[in-house]
């Protein structure tokens, strides 16, 4: 069974930095591209960040490009989000999820995500 477990997330001034992690399991890790997806209140989910498999690839929404950094340890089955220059827009419940394709009209969080508030 494939479990996705997100943990990092907390409550951030504007301006700051949260490191996310998922912790991958049930499946190989390394052949799987991943993405992050993120979910405010009352919106949709928008696809914030993928990689490929070996971390060659990655690929940036325009709301978090040059502020966001996706990366992967394939040895430790882990995938990550440094976050950076956090804004209020940022706060939202954060999912890794596995593929690259985007978007997902049926797509429902496998984890329980974790929550970011970036608020002063």
């Known amino acids: 069974e494939v479990q996705l477990v997100e943990s990092g997330g907390g409550l951030v001034q504007p301006g700051g930095s949260l490191r996310l992690a998922c912790v991958a399991s049930?499946?190989?890790?390394?052949?799987?591209?991943m993405i992050w997806v993120r979910q405010a209140p009352g919106k949709g989910p928008e696809w914030v960040a993928g990689i490929s498999t070996g971390g060659a690839t990655k690929k940036y929404s325009d709301f978090v490009r040059g502020r966001f950094v996706i990366s992967r340890d394939n040895a430790k089955n882990t995938l990550y989000l440094q976050m950076n220059s956090l804004k209020p827009e940022d706060t939202a419940r954060y999912y890794c999820?596995?593929?690259?394709?985007?978007?997902?009209?049926?797509?429902?969080?496998r984890g329980q995500g974790t929550q970011v508030i970036v608020s002063s």
């Open positions: 999820a596995t593929g690259t394709q985007w978007p997902r009209p049926d797509w429902s969080p």
């Open positions: 049930g499946f190989t890790f390394g052949l799987s591209g």
